[in-house]
């Protein structure tokens, strides 16, 4: 019950630092940053292979945060989702728009990586919370299941799903868009 109310009072706090952002307060801009840089970063780096890329691209997000924080709806998603599709939308431009043997590096050169690795705490958080999110998506069914978990976890493309499964756009969006606010409810739960 305690984790609920904490990820709503989190909800909530982001949804007011929005709030605020597009009323052009820099404080909250500050404030949404550091709330949130992590999971974003995170977002573009499952998409994008390079570190550099990612946090060029997470720059660019918070550009965008910043001038179109009015847009927010929370009627429609969460914070951290909008913040979250945008990112996720911004670092598949980006792979898109680079040359194809950039998309790659070498393996060799992931000797010379630091281990980005989460600490402890940090870990079991966001193990609890994958967990979490494993119950919920196990509520959908294997289709939607399927379609979620490629479009977010893989970086594909809508268009790319509906020409996959031989569906059309519109429908695989609704599908999606349904199955998402399916799992918004689970996880408020």
Excluded: H
């Amino acid at each position: 019950m305690t984790d609920s109310m904490d990820s709503t009072a989190a909800a909530d706090r982001l949804a007011a630092c929005l709030q605020s952002v597009a009323a052009g307060d820099r404080a909250a801009f500050e404030q949404l940053y550091r709330a949130t840089s992590s999971k974003l970063l995170g977002v573009c780096m499952r998409v994008l292979p390079d570190r550099d890329e990612a946090e060029d691209v997470l720059q660019e997000v918070y550009v965008t945060v910043w001038r179109k924080a009015a847009q927010f709806d929370a009627s429609r998603a969460s914070p951290i989702t909008w913040l979250a599709m945008i990112a996720r939308n911004r670092a598949i431009d980006r792979l898109r728009a680079a040359p194809s043997g950039v998309r790659s590096a070498p393996i060799e050169l992931a000797e010379e990586l630091a281990d980005p690795g989460a600490s402890p705490q940090d870990g079991a958080e966001s193990s609890a919370e994958n967990a979490r999110l494993g119950q919920c998506l196990d509520r959908l069914d294997s289709q939607r299941r399927s379609l979620i978990r490629t479009a977010f976890f893989e970086g594909v493309t809508y268009e790319e799903l509906a020409s996959r499964i031989g569906s059309p756009l519109g429908t695989v969006k609704s599908w999606i868009r349904r199955s998402l606010l399916q799992l918004r409810a689970c996880l408020e739960q």
